[in-house]
């Protein structure tokens, strides 16, 4: 099983829509949960970090839910500038970040 | 503030020739790494640095060696290049325990 695990997508929404992306990660000694965002032929950029009791930037929550190991974001008000590639990531103390395959997400006017 | 400056960003290479990936940053950072991506497989770690002088394996480190001797550089070196290595290889550098990793532009490398 893969350590980190997105559905692909992609998803393909209109301008004003809300969507929601999923990731579930397997090791339960997983401390740390992020959110990158990944424009087409571009480098990852950080997008959120991911907290316990959940957090919000914007249009932009992320939630974590640590007994069943799973992560989300939830976007809002979607823009046509929103579309991009969404990286769920994950880490262990003292580890490397561990990168899923990312969820394309498309929106359209 | 030039950040992560990845060298060369396109090569074209033959297979069983060699090179070196060069990766610089300027942000001060103790942990670099290099990330390979490929179509529908995400970016995967090949190696990684917590500081200078130190290297470790990630998770496919077969057919590539690193070197950090100064902590503003990470190299990536390919020995004898297989077509299996055409890639697009990203280079990123962050602070310990932040999550924050400052990627460069990618590097995008086709061994025919």
């Known amino acids: 099983r893969k350590e980190v695990e997105q559905d692909p997508g992609p998803f393909n929404v209109p301008e004003g829509a809300t969507v929601a992306f999923n990731c579930t990660y397997s090791?339960?000694?997983?401390?740390?949960f992020f959110w990158y965002r990944q424009d087409c032929r571009k480098e990852p950029k950080l997008l959120m970090s991911?907290?316990?009791s959940g957090n919000e930037d914007g249009r932009f929550t992320a939630q974590l839910n640590r007994a069943s190991q799973y992560i989300s974001l939830l976007i809002r008000d979607s823009k046509l500038s929103d579309s991009a590639t969404y990286l769920c990531?994950?880490?262990?103390?003292?580890?490397?970040?561990?990168f899923g395959k990312g969820t394309t997400l498309s929106v359209s006017s | 503030n030039a950040g992560v400056t990845q060298t060369p960003k396109f090569r074209v290479l033959k297979t069983g020739q060699s090179m070196t990936l060069l990766c610089a940053q300027d942000?001060?950072?103790?942990?670099m790494y290099w990330y390979r991506q490929d179509p529908g497989m995400g970016l995967r770690l090949i190696h990684y640095?917590?500081?200078?002088?130190?290297?470790a394996k990630g998770e496919v480190p077969d057919g590539y060696n690193v070197s950090r001797l100064k902590k503003q550089n990470f190299l990536l070196g390919l020995e004898s290049a297989a077509p299996s290595q055409t890639s697009v290889y990203f280079c990123?550098?962050?602070?310990?325990?932040?999550?924050?990793?400052?990627f460069g532009e990618g590097s995008r490398l086709t061994v025919l």
């Open positions: 942000m001060n950072h103790e942990y």
């Open positions: 990123a550098s962050g602070l310990a325990n932040t999550g924050e990793l400052f």
């Open positions: 991911v907290y316990s």
């Open positions: 090791n339960s000694a997983s401390q740390s």
């Open positions: 640095s917590v500081g200078e002088g130190t290297t």
């Open positions: 990531v994950v880490s262990q103390a003292g580890t490397a970040l561990i």
